[in-house]
């Protein structure tokens, strides 16, 4: 048995199982845990030393650890190693400069892909002489930058001969810690490979006595050592330690034991053993223990020899093993709990001593900074401890290492003297909220944010005040905080405007007018969008005044005032390609889309939505082209094409490029066909990802369509209770949002079930909104609502004959719009009045009508009950029938699709130009067309355009 390994058989076979994977070339990252003493480090170090892998180690400090310091010190032990002392990662060779600054100049504006690419491309360069092993010890003590690479390298060596093996102290990871958020993303991939270690039980504890001792210890001393340790393998060598060192053993026929147990002091604590050691040390040893202690966990063994002015008593310590050489050059304690032990017996005022000492050496031997702060900061040398975690703090910045960043901004903000270097402070403070924005820390990056805009330097720096307020808004948004955000915002563009920088502000108004749209704040978003347009003048910013003038269109079309709407945002398009504003253009054409969308102009809305869609792709702006499929989806979601809505939420979805907005949207409109279709599991997932989603934006309108997705599940599935819950959000949402469009069609489909639990309050509620909506639209999709809603209201009163006649009125108004949905739930109520009525003859008339178009959108609970309503008036529904199928069979086997990209071919498009005219992805068209070729049984396009024609089918 190997001495280190002394009961710890378990962990050695799984870390064997592990090293025998990377040599087969698939690598892992594993982590030893275990509390403070188990002797995790000693027992990766000794299995690690078996093990046929190359080892390169690097170790986290104690003290504030560089950013990538034990990734950087891997590299420089294999740099150590290798005669040519560079690392050949190609182009991005450059880059690990950034870290090794030794390699050579580094690029001044890194991004942190390129970095950590090149720190991955360095780190498969240990493997140049077979396969290897990274140790990482005492990773609770690791930078975030180290730790947050960490999931990345995990993905990076699945199939590499590299094991990445790390330990860190379990009762050392406080809440928050982001060694936390790396186990969990390593568990969320199943990638986690963890390895719990824990004391040694008695046996296994009077074997490492053994070991120290090099006798076997009696029953009684064993048992007596046992007991102080719990089994705890640092504390039982250290209590061994002090018992030899202090010459206290005796032989026995029992083993070693104690020549009178009281009267010898055994040691209570850890600390209590190593101090109990160094009693008998040299005055030289003990000096140079202390230099070391303040020094750090790792220390240079030149500065050891210079602060002591003498390299005697080095041999002392390293023969006593209570210091170790880490590396050429670098001594260690052998655990961290040792110089803790150490370095709590120095008098407070010789540690000052040395701290500043040790801070002047780092300084002249150009240390990294975050090290040199540490030691100013112990020796309360507070302004020189500042300029240096300043400077940690910039290159933390640099590297992108932006936890590391906003640590180090702190410390130096909380010794900032009051009213010294304020300007100073302010940029600090700026840098801060700068990497805690980037890193995620929304809460600090506003109070930072928040404390420059109270300075009294930015009462006249209104430059600078608009740029803090244009900062504060943008992190408003992302915490969701509307109203904060939207009030920076105007702070900002009146800033701007004092400042005489119009295109700033009228950038500011804008944005301040978008989200006020999107809080149905409509009066106000005109007003901005007009001050928008206005400052984009004068500052001949025509990308900003066409985008007002568009945004402008859009609201007043919302507002029911379609017909200048669509002029605006037509004057905005003009404007935007006479000066060949691409990115302008393609937002503008959205909007156009939009703008006939609430004017209930599907047809031309979804004409729009395409042209614009095929613009974005090809002036190349891929973000407006995948808002302009999410919301092309809820347009053909409402014309009932929903093949090809599926298609375009699907493409949307899948997306890395598509924004979470964009995402949103096609979540949700997939939940909602995915209801009527039956699917209820897989929809309520869908919407409720749909809602979370819409709360965080603020998407009031993609709130209110989920509501309504949820209540008809709810519906459906026999919880009226809850249904009623989700419909009257719904009310409440709308009377919110001032909404005029977006609401409907959940408010025909509220109207319908509140009617049907005889709730008549609820009824006439929803008639007074679609009162007030239909007096500003009056476009036919509301007034057909309305007229169905006071239909209801008349059934509720026991006059069905004013209610046919409403809803006759209403089905003309449906007719004239294209939203099937609606009218299929229209002659479904017609059917079912006529059938009340005795009308049975006229009942069956819309019954199947309304059969037939459930049956065609694939409707499958609706066509249920409308075919249960006709089984009860005697008559079967239509024999169910897939129209695809049935008519598959006079298309050669093709499908409506692929006949669509066969007449496509045969005029010549590619398939990447297929793709963009049906929004496919060109490798879905490419599958396309591969099936195609098959059901032809053909080899290339031009054979299957021509069976095609052969056949008939073109």
């Known amino acids: 048995m190997k001495p280190i390994i002394i009961g710890r058989q378990t962990e050695t076979q799984q870390l064997q199982t592990f090293f025998e994977a990377t040599a087969s070339g698939n690598g892992n990252i594993v982590l030893l845990s275990g509390e403070a003493g188990m002797g995790k480090t000693m027992l990766a170090e000794e299995c690690l030393a078996e093990s046929q892998l190359h080892v390169f180690s690097g170790r986290a400090q104690q003290e504030t650890t560089p950013a990538y310091g034990p990734i950087t010190a891997v590299l420089r032990n294999f740099l150590r190693r290798q005669s040519s002392q560079t690392i050949d990662c190609g182009s991005l060779t450059p880059y690990l ?28 360069a240990l493997t140049c002489d077979g396969p290897a092993a990274i140790f990482l010890d ?13 999931p990345a390298l995990a993905e990076h060596l699945a199939h590499k001969p590299l094991l990445i093996l790390g330990t860190y102290r379990s009762d050392e990871i406080p809440r928050g810690h982001r060694l936390r958020w790396v186990r969990n993303e390593l568990r969320r991939r199943r990638q986690l490979n963890e390895i719990s270690v824990e004391p040694l039980d008695k046996e296994a504890a009077r074997a490492l006595m053994h070991r120290v001792f090099g006798e076997a210890p009696s029953a009684t001393l064993a048992n007596i050592i046992f007991e102080k340790t719990t089994g705890v393998p640092l504390f039982v060598e250290e209590l061994a330690g002090a018992l030899i060192d202090q010459n206290q053993l005796r032989k026995s026929k029992e083993g070693l034991t104690l020549p009178s147990y009281d009267e010898v002091p055994i040691p209570e604590s850890i600390r209590d053993a190593v101090l109990l050691r160094m009693d008998n040390l040299s005055d030289a040893a003990r000096n140079q223990l202390t230099i070391a202690a303040v020094a750090g966990t790792q220390f240079e063994m030149a500065l050891i020899t210079e602060l002591s002015g003498s390299e005697e008593g080095l041999d002392e310590l390293f023969s006593r093993q209570l210091i170790f050489e880490a ?14 032990a150490v370095r709590s017996d120095i008098l407070w005022t010789r540690r000052r001593t040395l701290n500043g000492k040790i801070a002047e050496y780092l300084e002249k031997k150009g240390a990294p900074p975050e090290s040199i702060a540490d030691h100013w900061l112990a020796a309360n040398e507070l302004p020189k401890a500042r300029k240096a975690l300043i400077a940690a703090a910039k290159f933390a910045c640099h590297l992108h290492a932006y936890g590391d960043a906003v640590r180090s901004g702190h410390k130096a903000l909380e010794i900032w003297p009051a009213g010294e270097e304020e300007m100073d402070r302010l940029a600090t403070l700026q840098q801060l909220a700068r990497c805690a924005q980037i890193n995620g820390q929304l809460n600090d990056a506003v109070r930072a944010l928040r404390e420059v805009a109270e300075s009294n330097f930015l009462t006249t720096d209104h430059p600078r005040r608009g740029e803090v307020q244009q900062q504060l808004a943008a992190i408003y948004g992302l915490l969701g905080s509307w109203e904060l955000s939207l009030n920076a915002r105007k702070t900002a563009a009146q800033a701007f405007e004092i400042a005489e920088m119009p295109g700033e502000a009228a950038m500011e108004w804008l944005s301040a007018a978008s989200r006020s749209t999107g809080l149905n704040r409509l009066d106000d978003a005109i007003e901005w969008c007009d001050r928008a347009d206005s400052l984009a003048r004068q500052a001949e910013r025509f990308d900003i005044q066409s985008r007002a003038l568009a945004l402008k269109g859009n609201v007043l079309s919302m507002q029911g005032k379609s ?21 302008a253009a393609s937002e503008v054409y959205r909007r156009l889309g939009s703008t006939l969308e609430y004017a209930s102009d599907y047809s031309s809305s979804r004409d729009a939505y395409y042209t614009a869609y095929n613009y974005c792709r090809q002036e190349g702006v891929d973000i407006q082209a995948h808002l302009c499929l999410g919301c092309m989806s809820w ?16 493409e949307v979805i899948n997306d890395e490029r598509a924004t979470e907005s964009s995402k949103s949207v096609s979540i949700c409109v997939m939940g909602l066909i995915r209801t009527y279709k039956g699917s209820m599991r897989q929809a309520r997932n869908l919407l409720k990802s749909a809602l979370n989603q819409s709360r965080r934006d603020g998407a009031m309108a993609i709130e209110l369509i989920a509501y309504w997705g949820m209540a008809q ?18 009310l409440s949402l709308q009377q919110r949002m001032r909404d005029t469009h977006d609401s409907l069609t959940a408010l025909f489909t509220a109207t319908g079930f509140f009617a049907r639990q005889g709730q008549e309050t609820e009824v006439a509620e929803c008639i007074n909104i679609l009162s007030n909506i239909a007096s500003l639209t009056g476009n036919n999709e509301v007034l057909g609502i309305l007229a169905y809603a006071l239909g209801e209201m008349a059934l509720l009163n026991d006059n069905s004959t004013e209610a046919l006649q409403r809803f006759e009125q209403a089905l003309s108004n449906f007719k004239l719009v294209e939203i099937p949905v609606e009218r299929l739930k229209l002659e479904f109520r017609i059917g079912q009045v006529h059938a009340d009525n005795g009308n049975t003859e006229r009942a069956i008339e819309y019954l199947n009508n309304a059969y ?24 079967s529904a239509e024999e169910r029938r897939d129209p695809e199928a049935s008519e598959r069979a006079n298309r ?35 599958m396309h067309v591969a099936n195609m070729l098959d059901r032809l049984d053909c080899r290339s396009r031009s054979e299957a355009v021509r069976k095609a024609i052969e056949l008939g089918l073109l």
């Open 97 to 124: 400069a950034l870290i090794l600054p030794e390699l050579g100049t580094a690029p001044e504006d890194p991004d942190r892909d390129t970095l950590v690419a090149a720190i991955a491309s360095a780190l498969d």
């Open 138 to 150: 005492d990773l609770q003590w690791a930078d975030d930058a180290t730790l947050e690479i960490l």
């Open 327 to 340: 590396e050429p050059g670098k001594g260690a304690f052998r655990h961290a709990l040792t110089r803790d």
């Open 563 to 583: 017909e200048v709407g669509i002029e605006t945002v037509n004057n905005a398009l003009s404007i935007a390609l006479a000066h060949n504003l691409s990115e």
């Open 635 to 650: 347009v053909l979601f409402r014309t009932g094409e929903w093949k090809q809505c599926l298609e375009i939420c699907k």
């Open 713 to 730: 599940i709810e519906e459906v599935e026999g919880d009226i209770e809850a249904a009623e819950t989700y419909y009257r959000q719904i």
């Open 852 to 875: 037939r178009m459930a049956r065609n959108l694939g409707a499958r609970p609706l066509a249920g009950e409308i075919a249960e309503s006709l089984h009860a008036l005697g008559v």
């Open 892 to 926: 050669a086997g093709l499908t409506r699709r692929q006949i669509e990209v066969a007449r496509l071919i045969s005029d010549g498009y590619t398939n990447k130009e297929i793709g963009n005219k049906l929004f496919l992805s060109t490798r879905t068209v490419e």
